[in-house]
């Protein structure tokens, strides 16, 4: 089972800029594609961005543009570049391996929160 351990996040005003890390465990990270989620209070966890194991990236709608996602194999650690920021970014961030239908494979971290607010 790989351990993931997102960090990174905090408060930063409208326009501003956060990167966070996911550390995970295990040998198999530079073989698998991961992702980035976030869940708002009331809302359902969504997949806002995700990367191939060879760097290739995809993002929802609502983030191009201003977040990039990012991968060290070496270190066993993805990365989220955020920009430019907007109070609808505000949520709990985590990083997981997407699978069809929507699930994950593994066990959720304890994510890292985000809150976007003058």
């Known amino acids: 089972q790989v351990r993931l351990v997102e960090s990174g996040g905090g408060l930063v005003q409208p326009g501003g800029s956060l990167r966070l890390s996911c550390a995970a465990s295990?040998?198999?990270?530079?073989?698998?594609?991961m992702g980035w989620y976030r869940q708002a209070p009331g809302n359902q966890r969504e997949l806002v961005a995700s990367?191939?194991?060879?760097?290739?990236?995809d993002y929802t709608e609502s983030v191009k543009g201003r977040f990039s996602i990012s991968r060290d194999n070496a270190k066993k650690t993805l990365y989220l570049q955020m920009n430019s920021l907007k109070p609808e970014d505000t949520a709990v961030y985590y990083c997981n391996k997407p699978l069809t239908g929507g699930r994950v494979s593994y066990s959720w971290g304890q994510g890292t929160q985000v809150t976007v607010s003058v």
């Open positions: 295990g040998s198999i990270f530079r073989m698998i594609s």
């Open positions: 990367i191939t194991p060879d760097g290739m990236t």
